[in-house]
């Protein structure tokens, strides 16, 4: 596929960029910074601003598959959102979070005691970009959320999936590296099975 990753270079990011082209698909990755991007087989590093409609829209059209990787707290959901709606692309997938997951009483993460107050700004902005997603009526998105530890590890493949409720370990732990999550994401990609619909990953 022609693949569109915003955010190339980040964390979550880079790795989605790794399993895409060790799966030898085509992709624009795009940054503000785009030295920093990995210069891979099949890679076209390019310049962009997640909060420029019309310019990144000029960037994604032509591509099966936008994925977007940003952070929320420094990033408008809505531009993000009109920029791929502009460009015609057919999916659009978000690197999503944990906090607007459900524990398993039902409350939202970002809601429950000891959340870290540091991580509330990023958690409560991905809360909004999730539920803004979910009133779309015409754009076929899907929004991946990584359980609450989202950390440098190994590419296992060994994970599993779920809806809107965190998935834990059985000592309690919540957890997935980024390595596994880039497989997750991009077996969506290939093999659609929650369009329209949030859905998480975790050991």
Do not use: C
């Amino acid at each position: 596929m022609k693949v569109a990753l915003i955010g190339a270079s980040g964390q979550a990011g880079s790795r989605i960029l790794q399993e895409l082209t060790l799966r030898g698909h085509t992709v624009t990755a795009i940054a503000r910074h785009p030295e920093k991007i990995a210069n891979l087989p099949g890679v076209t590093r390019l310049n962009g601003d997640a909060g420029d409609p019309a310019g990144l829209a000029a960037l994604l059209k032509g591509h099966d598959v936008a994925i977007s990787s940003v952070r929320f707290a420094t990033s408008d959901h809505a531009a993000l959102t009109d920029a791929v709606k502009r460009s015609g692309v057919a999916r659009y997938l978000v690197v999503g979070g944990a906090g607007s997951l459900l524990s398993e009483s039902g409350q939202l993460i970002v809601d429950s005691p000891g959340f870290p107050e540091g991580a509330r700004p990023e958690a409560t902005k991905g809360l909004a970009f999730l539920n803004a997603l979910r009133s779309e009526t015409d754009l076929n998105w899907t929004f991946l959320s990584p359980a609450m530890r989202f950390i440098a590890g190994e590419r296992t493949g060994k994970f599993r999936l779920g809806g809107d409720t965190m998935i834990r370990m059985a000592n309690g732990e919540s957890w997935i590296s980024f390595e596994d999550y880039a497989i997750a994401l991009v077996d969506e990609m290939e093999t659609p099975a929650h369009a329209r619909r949030r859905f998480t990953v975790g050991y």
